[in-house]
């Protein structure tokens, strides 16, 4: 629609798996990938599965209110506690969130979030640029070390005192 022959893609979380998936299936459209706390979605040797992160946004998800999106947010951080509900924007996190039960519904039917792409992971072929939160309990570093072996041309970078919300912090 917007007559982009090729682009770089930033996302995180879920959304750079869903990256990681449209660089899959239409690789002449990627110049490069930049995933933000991304990692390969499944069982850890030193982490729990699922995740504190993933079973308290499981929560927020269920039901949505100021505290289980502070209870998220301080999960989200390296330190949330930190800051205040104005400064994490609690309240208009939740206006919106409680404003678009679409999402919901488009969230349920995503076929790319959790799903395990290591089969098609050497596919990606450009460059690709993990930043991981080394606190991170959402997507446990140790997802992001594995994601880096599958992807030829990839690098990594580990920020310490940094949890999954990196564009954040």
């Given at each position: 629609?917007?007559?982009?022959?090729k682009?770089?893609?930033?996302?995180?979380?879920?959304?750079?798996?869903?990256?990681q998936v449209?660089a899959?299936?239409?690789?002449?459209?990627?110049?490069?990938?930049v995933?933000?706390?991304?990692?390969?979605?499944?069982?850890?040797?030193?982490?729990?599965?699922?995740?504190?992160?993933l079973?308290?946004?499981?929560?927020?998800?269920a039901?949505?209110?100021?505290?289980?999106?502070?209870k998220?947010?301080?999960?989200?951080?390296?330190n949330?506690?930190?800051?205040?509900?104005?400064?994490?924007?609690?309240?208009?996190?939740?206006?919106?969130?409680?404003?678009?039960p679409?999402?919901?519904?488009?969230?349920?039917?995503?076929?790319?979030?959790?799903?395990?792409?290591?089969?098609?992971?050497?596919?990606?072929?450009?460059?690709v640029?993990?930043?991981?939160?080394?606190?991170?309990?959402?997507?446990?570093l140790?997802?992001?070390?594995?994601?880096?072996?599958?992807?030829?041309?990839?690098?990594?970078?580990?920020?310490?005192?940094?949890?999954?919300?990196i564009?954040?912090?």
């Amino acid at each position: 629609a917007l007559d982009i022959e090729k682009a770089t893609i930033v996302d995180m979380s879920f959304g750079a798996q869903t990256a990681q998936v449209f660089a899959i299936e239409n690789p002449e459209c990627v110049n490069k990938l930049v995933l933000h706390a991304s990692g390969m979605p499944g069982p850890t040797l030193f982490g729990h599965h699922p995740s504190e992160g993933l079973l308290v946004m499981a929560e927020a998800f269920a039901n949505p209110t100021m505290e289980t999106i502070r209870k998220m947010m301080n999960c989200f951080l390296y330190n949330g506690q930190q800051y205040s509900d104005e400064e994490l924007m609690l309240r208009e996190r939740l206006e919106a969130w409680l404003s678009r039960p679409e999402q919901d519904e488009a969230r349920r039917c995503s076929d790319s979030i959790q799903r395990d792409l290591s089969a098609d992971l050497h596919k990606i072929r450009v460059p690709v640029l993990q930043i991981h939160g080394r606190n991170d309990r959402v997507s446990p570093l140790e997802s992001a070390l594995r994601l880096l072996n599958y992807l030829p041309d990839s690098r990594l970078v580990v920020l310490n005192h940094c949890g999954h919300w990196i564009p954040f912090e």
